[in-house]
């Protein structure tokens, strides 16, 4: 009954990991969607300009799939974060480029109020990332029918003292 019982825990422990790996494969998926989208768009148009900014944004997608894939074979390895100094404001900028057009599609507002004089922080750039596409992408999969669907995502400097950072999202 024990090995049963353990057993029952690692496919369970198994599947939650699958459906994590997913969920961020999907929302990485659908930006890339969304880029090639806007792609297709400006190459009817003939817009090159637009065709580049929107390749970026297929590209980003691609670095974060290689991303996702390496730290999924690293995943047994008890990796610690990578730290690195991040422009937390940039890195939301960059994420809400990236799902424009699922906000377009879904008919939601992304706000920012983000706060000018935060400076860098010593952080996880990839796990932030991640974290905070998940959160404004289940945010907008959330939102159905009706009008004025609005996320806001603030950041603010909490204390002067030891640099402590909030990063808030409301829908």
Do not use: F
Not at 18 to 36: C, Q
Not at 66 to 83: F, G, H, I, Q
């Amino acid at each position: 009954m024990r090995k049963e019982a353990s057993h029952r825990e690692r496919l369970a422990a198994v599947g939650e990991t699958v459906a994590g790996i997913s969920h961020n494969a999907k929302n990485i998926l659908l930006l890339m969607k969304g880029g090639s989208q806007l792609l297709d768009r400006a190459i009817d148009k003939e817009n090159l300009d637009g065709a580049v900014d929107s390749w970026k944004i297929v590209k980003r997608g691609i670095d974060k799939i290689s991303t996702l894939v390496s730290d999924m074979l690293e995943y047994s390895s008890n990796k610690k974060p990578a730290k690195s100094m991040v422009e937390v404001n940039d890195l939301i900028c960059s994420i809400a480029e990236d799902i424009e057009e699922k906000l377009i599609q879904s008919g939601v507002t992304l706000e920012l109020e983000l706060d000018d004089d935060l400076p860098e922080y010593a952080i996880d750039k990839t796990g932030l990332q991640r974290t905070l596409d998940n959160l404004i992408v289940n945010a907008i999969e959330a939102m159905s029918g009706g009008d004025d669907h609005r996320i806001t995502v603030t950041t603010m400097k909490l204390d002067d003292e030891d640099n402590s950072l909030c990063i808030k999202i409301e829908d």
